[in-house]
């Protein structure tokens, strides 16, 4: 029902289902291979390895540094995901890449947690290189390198999230569960309270804050009275018990 929200309504937030449907649509007739343990785990175990996935990202970047400016949906910038050519494309490709390299089991997280440091180092590097170019000269607006950027704090992520995080626990369990629900009804909520808001003249230090934790608490409590509804919990990806 989502994809066909999508569909009529370009999407709204929810703009990627639409792409998330079309890439399961292609990759179907390939799956059995992709997600099936080969000869990527082996590359993954190899000093280096996991960076060859950073070239058709990188190979993205530099397509849209030819296309930007010159087509009209294609995209300009690198952040412009929502219903461009740039989204999709790069969307499709970290699709494929996720695929692949979550399916090599331990071969993928050890990995991750072996390289998560120098990931974060790269990243942590092109990004101050940006920020004291202001972001602006250079190489600092150079797509090819935003999207190594971009690689590398993915992973980074996820090397340190496999190390602290990699752990059952009933917190784990309960945010598993409300992710998706919550990402879907965030948006109007944060609309509301930023509505509310914008009348009242307080500093934004001690504005962000509050419509911070007003925007959490709220996204929750819909949350919760979602999932007690049971005709509704189908339409925000929740099983009926």
Known sequence: MLVFFALEYEGL???FLINIFIYCLVLIPILNFISKENFVASLLSKPGGVFLFSLPIIAEGHLLNLSRFRTETYGDYYSEYAL?????????LWFFIGIILTSQGDA?????????????????TSYFYRWFNNFLEDYALDNRLIAFESFNFIFALLGIAAVY?????????????????????????QMAVMYF???INIHP???FPIALFLICFLSLTIYHAIKNI????????????
């Open 197 to 199: 808001f914008a009348g």
């Open 230 to 241: 049971k005709p509704l919990r189908p339409l925000f990806g929740l099983r009926n018990k």
């Open 205 to 207: 230090i001690i504005k």
């Open 108 to 124: 993928f997280w050890e990995s991750s947690v072996k390289n998560w440091k120098l990931h974060l180092a790269l990243g942590m």
């Open 165 to 189: 995080l990699n752990k059952d626990s009933p917190q784990l369990t309960y945010y598993k569960t409300a992710v998706y629900p919550v990402y879907i009804v965030h948006l109007p909520v």
């Open 84 to 92: 461009t050519d740039h989204g999709f494309v790069l969307g499709f």
């Open 13 to 15: 937030h929810l703009w």
